[in-house]
């Protein structure tokens, strides 16, 4: 039995002093006031591990050219075969940066310059190789807005406009349901069935999310109308340009989540021209459930904790704070075991000298699913 002294819990939801965090092999066992038999570790504030909602780390890479990032396939504007893994290269410098800052886990998946790019995976930031890295199946990316149009000179049937995307999704989707109706009919039998179109089904039956890129206020109301007409489960990436409460208001109305950033880059393109730190204040009086990203490298994943402080800002509590970066993440993301200090939850947590939220501070200890992945001696 090992265990960590927390002279401040942040659980994930709630603070607690002066605890315990006890654990064997992997897996919390015990959070108590008293003094456990177990080799204590360390000592000083503890957080759950942090979990990135949405990044490209490891396909966009430390120190290598531009044009070895492997964030798009142009093979194809609708591939949704393709996974973020097989582009991910676990030596990348920035994961042992992440690591050091307390962040444990990451979403990586494939840009947006196509409408459907690809699976989106949950990963270890400090496993060795992508098979040990990945946890999960996150769900298929899509793009909404300027970013699939932008891309004309890519291979395949290439929209000049945002209804043609749309247009395009659509046509998927809706070849997708007749497939299904076919199969329920026995009209087809499921060997005849494409992969590719086998992947639309998934999504039309909830087995498969959508993670959708779009930063305008009108993107995310095509968005509603595309999960209203087709059932599909959803989370909205970005929506960076999102300033007013009523759009958020909106989105939450709909039941979709938000994968909310990167906050702190530069607004680069006219679907930006509303971005704003102060947007985050609209947000919050929304009630939109919501969790933090990065979009690393667009701000370095080892940065992401610090993007609270706007939500700070206008009243989010610290320990809610921490929440959006640790158990709103995993239940938006729909992993299991992590992102909580709890009985029976993967013991990845991070041992503070101070209080997370002051600059000054760092982490001490870094534990991955009970393994010491970082200490600062």
Same mark, same amino acid.
């Given at each position: 039995?090992?265990?960590?002294?927390?002279?401040?819990?942040?659980?994930?939801?709630?603070?607690?002093?002066?605890?315990?965090?006890?654990?064997?092999?992997?897996?919390?066992?015990?959070?108590?006031?008293?003094?456990?038999?177990?080799?204590?570790?360390?000592?000083?504030?503890?957080?759950?591990?942090?979990?990135?909602?949405?990044?490209?780390?490891?396909?966009?890479?430390?120190?290598?050219?531009?044009?070895?990032?492997?964030?798009?396939?142009?093979?194809?504007?609708?591939?949704?075969?393709?996974?973020?893994?097989?582009?991910?290269?676990?030596?990348?410098?920035?994961?042992?940066?992440?690591?050091?800052?307390?962040?444990?886990?990451?979403?990586?998946?494939?840009?947006?310059?196509?409408?459907?790019?690809?699976?989106?995976?949950?990963?270890?930031?400090?496993?060795?190789?992508?098979?040990?890295?990945?946890?999960?199946?996150?769900?298929?990316?899509?793009?909404?807005?300027?970013?699939?149009?932008?891309?004309?000179?890519?291979?395949?049937?290439?929209?000049?406009?945002?209804?043609?995307?749309?247009?395009? *999704? @659509?046509?998927? %989707?809706?070849?997708?349901?007749?497939?299904?109706?076919?199969? !329920? +009919?026995?009209? /087809?039998?499921?060997? #005849?069935?494409?992969?590719?179109?086998?992947?639309?089904?998934?999504?039309?039956?909830?087995?498969?999310?959508?993670?959708?890129?779009?930063?305008?206020?009108?993107?995310?109301?095509?968005?509603?109308?595309?999960?209203?007409?087709?059932?599909?489960?959803?989370?909205?990436?970005?929506?960076?340009?999102?300033?007013?409460?009523?759009?958020?208001?909106?989105?939450?109305?709909?039941?979709?989540?938000?994968?909310?950033?990167?906050?702190?880059?530069?607004?680069?393109?006219?679907?930006?021209?509303?971005?704003?730190?102060?947007?985050?204040?609209?947000?919050?009086?929304?009630?939109?459930?919501?969790?933090?990203?990065?979009?690393?490298?667009?701000?370095?994943?080892?940065?992401?904790?610090?993007? *609270? @402080?706007?939500? %700070?800002?206008?009243?989010?509590?610290?320990?809610?704070?921490? !929440? +959006?970066?640790? /158990?709103?993440?995993? #239940?938006?993301?729909?992993?299991?075991?992590?992102?909580?200090?709890?009985?029976?939850?993967?013991?990845?947590?991070?041992?503070?000298?101070?209080?997370?939220?002051?600059?000054?501070?760092?982490?001490?200890?870094?534990?991955?699913?009970?393994?010491?992945?970082?200490?600062?001696?």
């Amino acid at each position: 039995m090992k265990a960590v002294k927390a002279n401040l819990l942040y659980d994930g939801a709630t603070t607690v002093r002066n605890v315990y965090v006890t654990f064997e092999g992997d897996v919390i066992r015990r959070v108590t006031s008293e003094k456990p038999e177990a080799e204590i570790l360390g000592e000083g504030i503890v957080t759950p591990a942090f979990i990135d909602g949405h990044s490209h780390i490891g396909m966009a890479r430390s120190g290598e050219p531009g044009r070895e990032d492997e964030g798009n396939e142009e093979m194809d504007p609708l591939f949704p075969l393709v996974s973020a893994i097989h582009s991910v290269y676990m030596d990348d410098i920035a994961f042992k940066e992440s690591v050091e800052s307390g962040v444990l886990y990451s979403t990586v998946l494939p840009g947006s310059g196509n409408i459907v790019g690809g699976r989106a995976v949950l990963i270890r930031n400090y496993a060795s190789n992508i098979e040990q890295a990945k946890i999960m199946d996150v769900g298929v990316k899509a793009a909404l807005g300027y970013n699939p149009r932008s891309t004309t000179e890519w291979k395949g049937k290439r929209p000049t406009t945002r209804m043609g995307a749309i247009a395009l *999704l @659509r046509e998927s %989707l809706i070849k997708a349901t007749k497939t299904k109706r076919l199969l !329920s +009919k026995r009209k /087809k039998q499921p060997d #005849e069935i494409e992969p590719v179109m086998d992947a639309f089904i998934d999504i039309l039956d909830r087995r498969l999310k959508l993670m959708v890129h779009l930063h305008k206020e009108d993107d995310a109301m095509v968005l509603i109308q595309l999960v209203n007409e087709f059932g599909f489960k959803a989370v909205l990436n970005h929506g960076m340009d999102i300033f007013r409460e009523e759009a958020f208001a909106r989105v939450a109305a709909a039941g979709i989540p938000i994968v909310y950033g990167p906050l702190d880059s530069f607004p680069y393109k006219v679907e930006l021209k509303h971005e704003s730190w102060r947007n985050a204040q609209s947000l919050l009086k929304s009630g939109a459930k919501f969790c933090m990203m990065s979009d690393h490298p667009v701000i370095l994943q080892r940065n992401m904790f610090y993007t *609270l @402080r706007h939500f %700070l800002r206008f009243g989010l509590s610290k320990e809610a704070a921490v !929440s +959006k970066v640790t /158990k709103d993440a995993a #239940e938006i993301l729909g992993a299991k075991g992590i992102g909580e200090i709890k009985n029976g939850f993967k013991a990845s947590l991070v041992v503070w000298n101070g209080d997370p939220f002051d600059l000054s501070n760092f982490p001490t200890l870094v534990i991955g699913e009970g393994k010491e992945v970082h200490r600062e001696e």
